[in-house]
Each structure stands twice: as structure tokens, then as C-alpha cells.
């Protein structure tokens, strides 16, 4: 058993990369949370969206495709699920009213937070697409072992925690530049809209 050359690896992380960056509805699901309530309550979102995608890439490496084919009614139902509960919380940013209490999510909001990044992921059939298209591109079938599947698992989890975490960031440096109550409340409505935007894009994926 022997690892993955160097040029198939790079050649992953950097096509895994930009569709990261490139956003979507995961990413706006991020940043509406990092603006919102701050980086850290980014956190479980990104850790769900994370466990979503792990779920699709082994089914892709797996060729566990045709299973997740064929359960495509059950991924229809977690999609609107997903996006029921994020539309919850777009309406509690846009209804809230500025100030520390409010920005501070409750503990017990972080599994849900969690799930519902989980089911953002689930829900969008172009994440299982998008494995099935670039493993066998990059990734000669010849290479794949267990060592293999290893090194391309943590390559995902990197590159998708650097990703949402530095998307994150950048939203939660922004909402520190506002202390106003004023800005606050725009900011709120901001992450509302944009977790509203994230929701209809997962319900208009097909």
C-alpha cells in the first residue's frame, strides 16, 4: 500500500478549492451565522456542512452513488427540511432586535445550527456531482487504497474548515466594526437575508 503521488493530491486540494471558495449556499449559510452571532457561532454550521460533504465523498469513492440515486426522495425531504429551519433562523436575525443578548446563540442551538448545515450539505445533489466529476479526473481509479482514502479525507477537511473558517472571519471582522445599535440591526437583517438567500438556493438546486 503506498500513497498518492504528490502531483495527484495537488492537484486535488487545488480543484477541491476553488469550487469551495466559489460561493454557495453553504458559504452564505456561513457568513449569515459569523455575521450574525459572531465566528464562533459559525462553527457548528461549518462542522455540519463538513459531515454533509464527508458523507458524499464516500459515497462517491465508495461508488455508492447509485444508493444515494437511489434514495434521492429521502435527500429531497432533508432539502426542505434544511431549508425550513434556515429560514427560521433568518427570520429570527430579521426580527431581532440589536444588542449582546441577542447576538449570543444559545448552547442549545448548536446542534440544530450543526444539523442544519448537515442537511444544507445533504440536500444538495451538486455536492455528489461534483465528487463523481472530479475524482476520476484527478484521481486515477489505480491509486485509490486505504492510505489513499485517508490522505484525500483529511485534504477535505482542511480545506473545507480553512475555507468556511476564513469566510467566517472575514464576516465576524466585519460585524466587530459595528458596535451601533443601528448597525447591529442592519447587520441583523443582513444575515437574515442572506440565510433566506442560502434557503431558496437549496430549495432550486435539482
Not at 42 to 56: K, R
Not at 116 to 135: D, Q, V, W
Not at 158 to 165: D, E, F, G, I, Y
Request: glycine share 8%; charged share 10%.
Amino acid at each position: 500500500m503506498t500513497a498518492m503521488d504528490l502531483f495527484t493530491l495537488f492537484a486535488f486540494t487545488i480543484a477541491y478549492l476553488i469550487a469551495l471558495i466559489v460561493p454557495g449556499p453553504g458559504i452564505a449559510a456561513v457568513v449569515a451565522r459569523a455575521l450574525g452571532g459572531g465566528f464562533k457561532n459559525a462553527i457548528p454550521m461549518t462542522l455540519g456542512i463538513l459531515a454533509g460533504d464527508l458523507v458524499y465523498f464516500f459515497f462517491a469513492i465508495f461508488g455508492l452513488a447509485a444508493l444515494a440515486t437511489y434514495f434521492a426522495p429521502i435527500f429531497v425531504i432533508i432539502r426542505w427540511v434544511g431549508a425550513a429551519y434556515l429560514l427560521y433562523i433568518a427570520y429570527q436575525f430579521w426580527t431581532a432586535k440589536p444588542g449582546s443578548e441577542q447576538m449570543r446563540p444559545k448552547k442549545e442551538d448548536a446542534m440544530k445550527t450543526f444539523l442544519a448545515g448537515f442537511s444544507l450539505t445533504m440536500g444538495n445533489p451538486k455536492t455528489i456531482i461534483f465528487y463523481l466529476a472530479i475524482l476520476p479526473t484527478v484521481v486515477p481509479l489505480g491509486q485509490i487504497n486505504a492510505l489513499a482514502i485517508v490522505e484525500l479525507t483529511v485534504l477535505v477537511i482542511v480545506c473545507l474548515l480553512l475555507v468556511c473558517s476564513a469566510y467566517a472571519a472575514l464576516a465576524s471582522a466585519a460585524r466587530d466594526m459595528f458596535r451601533s445599535e443601528k448597525a447591529l440591526r442592519r447587520l441583523n437583517k443582513t444575515a437574515g437575508a442572506m440565510l433566506a438567500g442560502a434557503a431558496t438556493l437549496v430549495v432550486l438546486q435539482h
